[in-house]
């Protein structure tokens, strides 16, 4: 099905970061970069290294694909650098206002997620005092968080390995170009169809092994 909905925000993001040497991994699905005058060369999850942060980054790492629909390139490096497009970010904190509680987190850092209903701020003046029911909290706080983000990872990377296979393309290709490709398919998915489907994925993988989930979603 066709997607027509376009944002301008992240259209206008995808011209401003420099995708000349990004490329899609065809084992983890990540980003990475080759041909760089420089040395600072953003390495997926299959090359890590131990590399001094580059200057003003929280993480060495340029840009990465919308952990929903893995079609829009989103700026990254920062601790609050969203895992989300603007429309999929919509979608998902939707989720977590229905339900209150945090279902899907949009970023890595706890303060971005201040706005789910019913959580407490982490501070001691909340906790009328207690710092053992503050550090509780924050443990569960932090816990969702990771635990929510491993699961968006596990997605990502399944999405955009079937996106890659409905293009007709291959592991190492230029992101500009599967982006150029996807938006050149009509019959596209549509972002509220894949935020469903990592919906079913996300529920599925919590009883399931990854593997077995996977082989469920095709």
Not at 171 to 190: C, F, H, I, K
Not at 203 to 210: D, F, G, I, V
Not at 212 to 217: D, G, H, I, L, V
Request: hydrophobic share 30%; charged share 30%; aromatic share 8%.
């Amino acid at each position: 099905m066709h997607d027509d909905t376009r944002d301008d925000t992240d259209d206008e993001i995808n011209d401003v970061i420099d995708n000349e040497y990004l490329r899609i991994c065809g084992t983890c699905f990540k980003l990475y970069e080759t041909g760089r005058d420089d040395d600072d060369e953003q390495r997926c999850d299959c090359d890590p290294r131990e590399e001094e942060t580059w200057p003003g980054r929280d993480f060495n790492e340029r840009a990465c694909l919308c952990a929903c629909c893995g079609t829009e390139l989103l700026e990254s490096g920062s601790r609050y650098s969203p895992y989300f497009c603007r429309e999929c970010q919509l979608l998902a904190m939707g989720v977590s206002l229905w339900e209150r509680r945090l279902v899907f987190p949009i970023g890595r850092h706890s303060m971005m997620h201040t706005w789910v209903p019913d959580s407490r701020k982490h501070s001691l003046v909340a906790h009328d005092g207690d710092a053992r029911r503050l550090a509780e909290t924050v443990h569960s706080a932090m816990t969702a968080i990771s635990m929510g983000s491993q699961q968006l990872s596990e997605w990502s990377a399944f999405v955009v390995s079937r996106h890659l296979k409905r293009l007709g393309l291959h592991g190492g290709t230029l992101v500009s170009r599967y982006l150029a490709a996807n938006a050149m398919d009509e019959e596209r998915p549509t972002r509220w169809g894949l935020f469903a489907e990592m919906c079913e994925f996300i529920s599925l993988n919590r009883s399931h092994p990854t593997p077995a989930t996977r082989s469920e979603m095709e």
